[in-house]
C-alpha cells in the first residue's frame, strides 16, 4: 500500500505566500531608509510594543535602515502629575514653561527612550537612543502661533514657552548609522541657537528627518486606520491634491489635520511616500511594507 504524503497545513500556505509576496519589496527597498513615528497606544501596550520591536529588527535585518521616532505625551502628563505641576493644553500642544521642559526632556530622552531601546534590543536588534541635543541632531527655534478668537475675530498671538519647531536637522548624524548594524531610536527634543531646550511634536520632527534623509518612507504610526472617506471608509491612497481637497471639503478635520500636512510636507520635501497606519494593528509596519494590499493610508506627490 502507497504511502499517503502528508498534506501541508492552510497556514503553513498563507505564511509560504506571504514570504513569497515580500521578497520583490525586500529588494525594492534595500539600503533605503525609512522614518518610523511611533506613539501612541501601540507604545504603552506591552505586547504590541514587542511585536513593534520584532518588526523593526525583522526591517533593517532585510537591508533597510529604520528610524525611530517616538512620543510620549501620556507618559508626560503622568509625570507631571505625580509631581504636581500643572500642565495644559492650546490647539493641541502642551503649554511648556521652563519646569516642564524639564520634565518633557527626563521623560522623552530618559525612560521612555531608553524602554523602546531596550525592547528592541531585546528582540535581537543593536538600537542606541538620541536626543535632538545629541550632536545638535535638531536645531530648533520657538514655535509661533497665533490663535482666532470666536467671539471678536481677532488674532492672537500665542506663547506656547518651550515649544519648538525644527530649523535644521543634520542628516549626517544618522548616515553612519545606517552604514552598521545600529537602529537609531530618536527623542524629539530640539537645541535652541542659545542652548535652549525644545519640545517639539513627534509627528512634525519625524517628518522633518525624513525630509532630512532622503527617507524613502514615512511612515507614521497612530491609534487610527488612516484617513477615511465621507462614509468612514479608509482610503488607501492618494496624491498630495487630492488630501488638500478633503481638508477643504472638510472630510479631513480634527486631529488628523495636522498629521496629513506633515505627510504632505514630507512628500513635498522628497521623501517617496508617507503612510498614515494604525499602530494598534500587529505588524502593521510588515503588513504596510510587505504586502501588495497593505495597510492604512499612502499620501505621494501628484
Known amino acids: 500500500m502507497a504511502q499517503k504524503k502528508h498534506q501541508p497545513h492552510p497556514s503553513w500556505l498563507e505564511k509560504a505566500r506571504t514570504l513569497s509576496e515580500a521578497l520583490p519589496y525586500m529588494r525594492r527597498y534595500s539600503e533605503e531608509t525609512f522614518v518610523i513615528k511611533y506613539g501612541g497606544h501601540a507604545m504603552g501596550d506591552e505586547d504590541l510594543a514587542e511585536c513593534f520591536a520584532r518588526d523593526v529588527v525583522l526591517i533593517k535585518q532585510v537591508g533597510i535602515n529604520p528610524v525611530v521616532v517616538h512620543g510620549g505625551g501620556p507618559q508626560i502628563g503622568k509625570m507631571l502629575e505625580r509631581l504636581k505641576i500643572k500642565s495644559s493644553f492650546i490647539d493641541g500642544l502642551r503649554v511648556t514653561d521652563r519646569d516642564t521642559v524639564e520634565i518633557v526632556e527626563m521623560v522623552l530622552s530618559g525612560s521612555i527612550n531608553k524602554q523602546i531601546v531596550t525592547t528592541i534590543n531585546a528582540a535581537g536588534g543593536n538600537a542606541v537612543g538620541l536626543s535632538g541635543k545629541d550632536a545638535n541632531l535638531i536645531q530648533a527655534k520657538k514655535m509661533r502661533r497665533t490663535h482666532r478668537q470666536t467671539d471678536s475675530n481677532i488674532e492672537k498671538i500665542l506663547d506656547l514657552g518651550f515649544v519648538g519647531e525644527p530649523?535644521?536637522?543634520?542628516?549626517?548624524?544618522?548616515?553612519?548609522?545606517?552604514?552598521?548594524?545600529?537602529?537609531?531610536?530618536?527623542?524629539?527634543?530640539?537645541?535652541?541657537?542659545?542652548?535652549?531646550?525644545?519640545?517639539?511634536?513627534?509627528?512634525?520632527?519625524?517628518?522633518?528627518?525624513?525630509?532630512?534623509?532622503?527617507?524613502?518612507?514615512?511612515?507614521?504610526?497612530?491609534?487610527?486606520?488612516?484617513?477615511?472617506?465621507?462614509?468612514?471608509?479608509?482610503?488607501?491612497?492618494?496624491?498630495?491634491?487630492?488630501?488638500?481637497?478633503l481638508?477643504?471639503?472638510?472630510?479631513?478635520?480634527?486631529?488628523?489635520?495636522?498629521?496629513?500636512?506633515?505627510?504632505?510636507?514630507?512628500?513635498?520635501?522628497?521623501?517617496?511616500?508617507?503612510?498614515?497606519?494604525?499602530?494598534?494593528?500587529?505588524?502593521?509596519?510588515?503588513?504596510e511594507i510587505f504586502t501588495d494590499a497593505g495597510v492604512g493610508t499612502l499620501i505621494r506627490a501628484d
Open 167 to 245: 530649523t535644521l536637522i543634520r542628516p549626517h548624524v544618522l548616515e553612519s548609522f545606517g552604514e552598521s548594524d545600529i537602529i537609531p531610536v530618536i527623542a524629539p527634543i530640539g537645541i535652541g541657537p542659545k542652548g535652549e531646550t525644545y519640545n517639539i511634536n513627534a509627528d512634525t520632527a519625524a517628518g522633518a528627518i525624513a525630509t532630512a534623509v532622503g527617507a524613502t518612507r514615512f511612515l507614521l504610526l497612530t491609534d487610527v486606520p488612516g484617513v477615511m472617506d465621507a462614509s468612514g471608509n479608509v482610503i488607501p491612497e492618494l496624491t498630495v491634491s487630492q488630501t488638500r481637497q
Open 247 to 287: 481638508i477643504a471639503d472638510g472630510v479631513v478635520n480634527g486631529g488628523m489635520i495636522p498629521k496629513v500636512e506633515t505627510c504632505m510636507h514630507a512628500v513635498g520635501g522628497g521623501v517617496d511616500a508617507a503612510v498614515i497606519i494604525d499602530g494598534t494593528i500587529p505588524h502593521a509596519l510588515l503588513l
